[in-house]
T-cell receptor
Framework: DVKVTQSSRYLVKRTGEKVFLECVQD?????MFWYRQDPGLGLRLIYF???????EKGDIPEGYSVSREKKERFSLILESASTNQTSMYLC???????????FGSGTRLTVV | QKEVEQNSGPLSVPEGAIASLNCTYS??????FFWYRQYSGKSPELIMS????GDKEDGRFTAQLNKASQYVSLLIRDSQPSDSATYLC?????????FGKGTMLLVSP
């Protein structure tokens, strides 16, 4: 089975901190994604990557950046955390949209 | 803007009944469709995929697709309390999936 591992299950950070969320997949997938999920708003795409060092903005990239230096690892960076970035962050991996995604277990981030 | 619409629910059914979850989508060229189950506080889990018009059965789950009507549904037979979760419909685009906001299903014993 594809495994997508997110480094932290719960995280509490202070406003203004730089925050790194890490995601690693073990199935050599080209495509990786970062979403945030909020009640009533559903899943919203932040960034995705279809190859090493390649990235594409999703629907809500403001306040975020990403890094993909190795195929298996896709990092989400909150440049200066704000309280409105408190959310569940979900990483996903895929070999193509025809196959769907496999999600990591999620990181619940609270910014205080 | 591609859209995927689902009734937010909750849909309440008694144990043993058939639960019917529905989804409509706006992108006519979509070819791949998925149902994810998400328990409270957990991440989404892929339970069904469907690519052709008609029905696809897997155990107690049946996915139905009608591309002409741009409609996807999920039937859960013999519903169990453990089926209580939010079900997300997802439609494949060129690079990403577009997700509906989900329907909450509550199965009462």
């Amino acid at each position: 089975d594809v495994k997508v591992t997110q480094s932290s299950r719960y995280l509490v950070k202070r406003t203004g901190e730089k925050v790194f969320l890490e995601c690693v997949q073990d199935m050599d997938h080209e495509n990786m994604f970062w979403y945030r999920q909020d009640p009533g708003l559903g899943l919203r795409l932040i960034y995705f990557s279809y190859d090493v060092k390649m990235k594409e903005k999703g629907d809500i990239p403001e306040g975020y950046s990403v890094s993909r230096e190795k195929k298996e690892r896709f990092s989400l960076i909150l440049e200066s955390a704000s309280t409105n970035q408190t959310s569940m962050y979900l990483c996903a991996s895929s070999e193509g949209t025809a196959y769907g995604y496999t999600f990591g277990s999620g990181t619940r981030l609270t910014v205080v | 803007q591609k859209e995927v619409e689902q009734n937010s629910g909750p849909l309440s059914v008694p144990e043993g009944a058939i639960a019917s979850l529905n989804c409509t989508y706006s992108d006519r060229v979509s070819q791949s469709f998925f149902w994810y189950r998400q328990y409270s506080g957990k991440s989404p889990e892929l339970i069904m995929s469907i690519y052709s018009n008609g029905d696809k059965e897997d155990g107690r789950f049946t996915a139905q697709l009608n591309k002409a009507s741009q409609y996807v549904s999920l039937l859960i037979r013999d519903s169990q309390p453990s089926d209580s979760a939010t079900y997300l419909c997802a439609v494949a685009g060129y690079s990403t999936l577009t997700f509906g906001k989900g329907t909450m299903l509550l199965v009462s014993p």
